[in-house]
């Protein structure tokens, strides 16, 4: 009965993650840092995923980085009209791509802890 418990406690808390990350993608924060927020605060960490700030992008109008010099979707330069390089785009899709793989990596390191909390607290 105890291990169910923990294991929906975990479940819960990863949901969160995953809510908080998916809030702050869609306003234009990373996603990420949201993730791990909502992991150890929970549902404040998706609270606090309601507040975050991004800005729109002026050539293809979708939510980017408060930050950001170049648009993730369309990838123009936001402060220059010009395109960016091939090199560019190259680094851009790296991040992106590595931000990607470390949430993945984050959710599969929680399952297998409680997959082997489970083998072994049953015993």
């Not at 809030?23 to 605060?41: D, H, R, T, V």
């Not at 390089?85 to 990607?100: G, P, Q, T």
């Amino acid at each position: 009965m105890e291990l169910i418990v923990i294991g929906l406690i975990v479940v819960f808390w990863l949901l969160c993650g995953t809510a908080a990350a998916v809030i702050a993608n869609s306003k234009g924060a990373n996603g990420g840092l949201y993730f791990l927020f909502g992991i150890m605060f929970g549902p404040f960490g998706v609270l606090g995923s309601l507040f975050a700030s991004g800005k729109t992008c002026p050539f293809c109008h979708s939510r980017i980085y408060a930050k950001a010099t170049v648009c993730p979707r369309c990838y123009r330069d936001l402060a220059a009209s010009m395109p960016p390089s091939a090199e560019e785009l190259k680094a851009i899709r790296v991040r992106v791509i590595r931000d990607r793989i470390g949430i993945v990596c984050l959710i599969v390191f929680f399952i297998g802890i409680f997959i082997i909390g489970a083998m072994f607290g049953s015993q």
